[in-house]
């Protein structure tokens, strides 16, 4: 039995059968807070994309360059973390309050599992909270009361999408989503966000496997993983303005240092940037 079915309390389990994105996330990590049902998921995308744990991977160093860029350089304390999944190795919290200790953050997703687990990391951290709520409700998210107790939400904050918006359906209307959460951020405040891209005309290569990833998930009766072009993932920032060098290959966001080996083919389709709201 994995750690998650020992450790989560019963009225916080849902059904094992029953793929989760923030598990398959956690197993694609190699974290053990999954069950066996996401591990196949995830085993069926590698048939298509064997590299995706790098692609995980290339997500998470996203996460710690711009978290690191926004409170060492810019100064900002506050962050809601938006379809977080599980709090693990170097997720917002650890990266912010490395950083400043004070750094304020709101994990939010809608796994009961991830929150209890969520919680259950935390307890010990004052500064941050855990919430369990649906992303694409915005106005339930930004008036919750755990979330106005702990952010100050009049002040500039940071507000990640990382991974997120590829799991929400055109019918579910992610652009009109986002265009309420920047609307209601005050002046100052940042988006960061990566997400599936469709490259397109851009890249007809790239954009068959985007499509080949597209229908494996299909297939194992996932509606969920959307691959979107350039243009479309750039309404996502709700008019927010990019900062240099724009919405770029995750690696090619302020990379740390040089490559030490060309990218995998599938490391190519997921887009990120960070915007200010001016």
Not at 127 to 139: G, I
Request: proline fraction near 7%; include cysteine; hydrophobic fraction near 40%.
């Amino acid at each position: 039995m994995q750690d998650a079915e020992r450790t989560v309390p019963p009225s916080a389990r849902l059904d094992p059968t029953k793929p989760t994105v923030a598990r398959i996330y956690d197993a694609s990590l190699g974290g053990k807070d999954n069950y066996e049902v996401d591990r196949q998921i995830f085993e069926m995308i590698k048939q298509v994309a064997p590299h995706q744990g790098d692609v995980s991977w290339m997500n998470r160093r996203f996460l710690v360059r711009a978290v690191r860029y926004l409170t060492e350089l810019v100064g900002m304390d506050q962050f809601l973390d938006l379809g977080s999944g599980l709090p693990t190795v170097q997720n917002t919290h650890e990266v912010a309050q490395f950083s400043n200790p004070e750094a304020r953050v709101v994990y939010v997703d809608n796994d009961p599992i991830c929150n209890a687990h969520g919680r259950a990391l935390l307890e010990e951290n004052e500064y941050t909270r855990f919430v369990e709520a649906d992303l694409t409700k915005p106005a339930d998210v930004l008036a919750h009361p755990e979330i106005t107790a702990h952010l100050e939400l009049d002040r500039p904050l940071v507000l990640m999408q990382i991974g997120t918006l590829h799991h929400v359906s055109d019918e579910q209307d992610p652009v009109g989503v986002m265009r309420h959460y920047v609307d209601a951020l005050p002046s100052g405040s940042y988006v960061v966000l990566t997400h599936f891209w469709d490259p397109a005309d851009e890249n007809p290569a790239w954009s068959k496997q985007a499509h080949d990833l597209m229908d494996k998930l299909r297939s194992a009766n996932m509606d969920t993983g959307f691959w979107r072009t350039r243009e479309e993932i750039e309404k996502f920032f709700g008019g927010a303005e990019l900062l240099e060098p724009g919405l770029v290959e995750l690696d090619e966001w302020w990379p740390s240092g040089p490559r030490t080996r060309e990218p995998w083919p599938e490391e190519h389709l997921m887009l990120g940037g960070v915007a200010v709201k001016r």
